[in-house]
C-alpha cells in the first residue's frame, strides 16, 4: 500500500493559521528582512559587521564552537591569530544575514552589477547537451548571495533542509522559487535524481555532519569527519557531471564566482575515494577565504566509536 508522506516532507504550503497571533512576529522579522533587502549593499555589509559585533559578544557557545574547529583544521595559528579569525567568521555570519535578505527580495539589478563569475561556459555546454549537473558547493556565509547572482545567469535547483517555522519555510521557498528552479526537500533524493535525469542543474552542499546513519568517516582537514556518500551516489544514479561551485566577498563589496569543469573519472565506484576527493576540493575552497566559511557548525560533531566529543564545554 502507497503510504501518505510525513507531513514534514512535505513542501510548504500557505495556511490561513499563518494570520494567527501565533505567526506575528515572523511577519514582521520578514517585514524587516523585506525593508533591509531595498539598502544599499555597502550598508548593509556595514550592518552585517555590527550584528557580527554584537554576536562575538552575546553567543559565547557559536564563539566556542568556530574556536574549537580552527583549532582542529589550522594548528599553525596560535591563540592570538585564532582569536581574530574567528572574530571574523561571525563577523562574515552577521553579514551574511543581510545579504541573504538582498538576495530573496532584493532589486537584482544591483546584484548582477555587484559580481564576477568565471566557468560560466561549463554550465552552459552541460545545458545544450541535456546533461544534468550536480552542483557541489559548501556553506560559505556567501552561499545565499552568490547563489541569487548566479540564478542571474543559469536556473538551478536547489537542495535543502526545511525550515522549522512553516511560515519561514514557506515564505523562503516562495522567494527562491521567484528566480531559481525548484527547492527539493532533502529527503526527497529521488525528485534530485530525476531532475538529475532531466538535464537540471541542482545545486549540492555535503560539507555538514548528518550523524553515523547515512555517513562514512572521510578526512576533511585531516580529520576523520561523518561524510555524506551523496555526492558520487547522486551523481551515478541521476547520470549526472559534476562540477563545483565556489563563491566568495571580496574586500571591496563585490563577489567572486567561480564554475569548474566537470569533474574527471567522478564517481569512481568506491564512496571512500569520492567522498575523500569531494572533501578535499571543498577544503580546498574554504583554505580560499577560511574566515567566510560557516564554522560555527558543530563539523566534527560524530566521531569515531569511543572517541570522545571534540566539543566538549570549557571548564571554568
Not at 557580527?52 to 557557545?61: A, E, I, N, Q, T
Not at 563585490?254 to 564517481?267: G, Q
Amino acid at each position: 500500500m502507497h503510504k501518505t508522506p510525513h507531513a514534514k516532507h512535505l513542501p510548504p504550503v500557505f495556511r490561513w493559521s499563518f494570520l494567527g497571533p501565533r505567526y506575528w512576529p515572523t511577519w514582521i522579522l520578514l517585514g524587516f528582512l523585506q525593508l533591509i533587502a531595498h539598502l544599499p549593499i555597502p550598508v548593509n555589509i556595514a550592518l552585517g559587521r555590527g550584528l557580527g559585533w554584537l554576536l562575538f559578544h552575546l553567543v559565547p557557545s557559536r564563539k566556542r564552537i568556530a574556536d574549537t574547529n580552527l583549532r582542529l583544521c589550522f594548528p599553525e595559528l596560535n591563540d592570538a591569530e585564532r582569536e581574530q579569525m574567528v572574530r571574523r567568521i561571525i563577523q562574515s555570519c552577521g553579514i551574511s544575514f543581510f545579504e541573504s535578505a538582498m538576495s530573496l527580495w532584493g532589486p537584482v539589478t544591483r546584484l548582477v552589477s555587484s559580481h564576477s563569475i568565471s566557468g560560466l561556459e561549463h554550465l552552459q555546454a552541460a545545458q545544450a547537451a541535456s546533461k544534468g549537473v550536480l552542483l557541489v558547493g559548501c556553506h560559505m556565509t556567501t552561499m545565499d548571495i552568490c547563489g541569487r547572482m548566479l540564478a542571474s545567469h543559469v536556473k538551478f535547483d536547489i537542495l535543502y533542509r526545511q525550515d522549522p517555522n512553516p511560515l519561514l519555510a514557506y515564505m523562503l521557498v516562495k522567494a527562491r522559487e521567484s528566480f531559481n528552479g525548484e527547492s527539493i526537500i532533502s529527503v526527497e533524493t529521488r525528485k534530485l535524481v530525476r531532475n538529475l535525469r532531466a538535464g537540471h542543474i541542482v545545486w549540492y552542499a555535503p560539507d555538514q555532519d548528518y550523524g553515523i546513519k547515512h555517513s562514512i568517516f572521510a578526512p576533511f582537514f585531516g580529520i576523520p569527519a561523518a561524510t555524506v556518500p551523496g555526492t558520487a551516489r547522486f551523481a551515478a544514479l541521476g547520470d549526472a557531471q559534476v562540477m563545483t561551485f565556489m563563491h566568495y566577498r571580496e574586500a571591496n563589496g563585490h563577489y567572486r564566482i567561480e564554475i569548474s569543469a566537470p569533474l574527471e573519472n567522478f564517481p569512481s565506484g568506491d564512496d571512500l575515494v569520492d567522498s575523500t576527493r569531494v572533501n578535499q576540493i571543498i577544503e580546498d575552497m574554504i583554505r580560499k577565504q577560511p574566515d567566510q566559511y560557516l564554522w560555527v557548525h558543530r563539523r566534527f560533531k560524530t566521531r569515531p566509536e569511543e572517541e570522545k566529543s571534540v566539543y566538549a564545554k570549557h571548564k571554568k
